[in-house]
């Protein structure tokens, strides 16, 4: 079956750095797109990064653009996300996410806060 695992997430001042990762099972992973997605508490979950099966193409929410960088790693069947300069808004549990022939999947996401 489909699992996603991230690791990574922490404690961390703002101004610091983390890098998230995900591990992928279950399917043929350098097929598809993924996903990083956050959601802070009392907030709605928030699309973050994109990026496409072979990485050519990625896009980031505006409140993380050149702070964030994703990237994936096919032979290993991970994706990470790359955070920088952080922020206490950054705040929230991190989730990757695929789209595997239109059912969505989901881990169980990294909580990473930031502290001011």
């Known amino acids: 079956q489909v699992q996603l695992v991230e690791s990574g997430g922490g404690l961390v001042h703002s101004g610091g750095s983390l890098r998230l990762s995900c591990a992928a099972s279950?399917?043929?992973?350098?097929?598809?797109?993924t996903n990083w997605y956050r959601q802070a508490p009392g907030k709605e979950r928030e699309l973050v990064a994109v990026?496409?099966?072979?990485?050519?193409?990625?896009n980031y929410a505006d409140s993380v653009k050149g702070r964030f960088t994703v990237s994936r790693d096919n032979a290993k069947n991970t994706v990470y996300l790359q955070m920088n300069s952080l922020k206490p808004e950054d705040t929230a549990v991190y989730y990757c996410?695929?789209?595997?022939?239109?059912?969505?999947?989901w881990g169980q996401g990294t909580q990473v806060t930031v502290s001011s």
């Open positions: 996410n695929a789209v595997v022939y239109h059912k969505a999947y």
């Open positions: 990026i496409t099966s072979v990485g050519g193409y990625t």
């Open positions: 279950g399917f043929t992973f350098s097929n598809w797109a």
